[in-house]
């Protein structure tokens, strides 16, 4: 009984030791970012290409910077601009030009009237998102607009697709293939609704 009990400490220690240990660290002159898992165990990723002088972890650990570029986890933000850059909260963030969810812009976003609803929704003075893709609506529905996320436990769930994947599955979202984005992030399974529309995720149901 001892024995299992002192395995079982050995066990959280090394949990512990590995959790607090994952993140942005120095090694043979660049940044790199170590994570860990149970099958491989320590990992170390490439950071794109970065300035190792000016390199800095923001108070959210997943995000650092320097003098020309942000970075989230391992990969650059791409169009982030260092200098007017600001973590907003639950994987969000902006500059004074855009905004953006993880590593992707949220397309059309303003970034002045930028506004959290209950994720995956936000929205500004023109549009609703869901994750980082409009819907949708007029702007006099993104006033009416409320999220209702019937089916809560699976309603904070995000799926990242490459671009052209989702074009592949979704059509009549083939616009977005003129932007200059490497993916969409949405929540398929949320829920919101205004006065004469329903949506999941990002996709209108028709009644």
């Known amino acids: 009984m001892r024995q299992i009990t002192k395995n079982a400490l050995i066990i959280c220690a090394i949990t512990l030791f590995i959790s607090c240990n994952s993140g942005y660290q120095k090694e043979n ?75 992707e812009m949220v397309i059309f976003a303003n970034p002045k009237s930028f506004q959290l609803l209950e994720f995956p929704y936000s929205k500004d003075d023109s549009y609703v998102f869901c994750g980082t893709l409009p819907l949708n609506l007029e702007i006099s529905e993104v006033k009416e607009f409320q999220v209702t996320n019937t089916g809560e436990l699976m309603s904070g769930t995000k799926s990242s697709v490459l671009l052209s994947h989702f074009v592949e599955f979704n059509p009549e979202y083939k616009w977005v293939d003129t932007l200059k984005i490497n993916g969409i992030i949405v929540g398929e399974w949320a829920t919101g609704e205004t006065k004469n529309k329903k949506f999941k995720g990002f996709k209108e149901i028709k009644e």
């Open 29 to 103: 002159g660049k940044w790199v970012w170590i994570s860990y898992d149970e099958a491989v165990g320590k990992r170390v990723s490439q950071i794109d290409e970065h300035d190792f002088e000016s390199f800095e972890i923001l108070d959210n650990e997943y995000y650092a910077k320097d003098k020309n570029s942000v970075f989230h986890i391992r990969s650059k933000i791409e169009n982030a601009d260092p200098n007017s850059f600001e973590l907003i909260g639950n994987g969000y963030s902006k500059d004074k030009n855009r905004v953006f969810l993880d590593d």
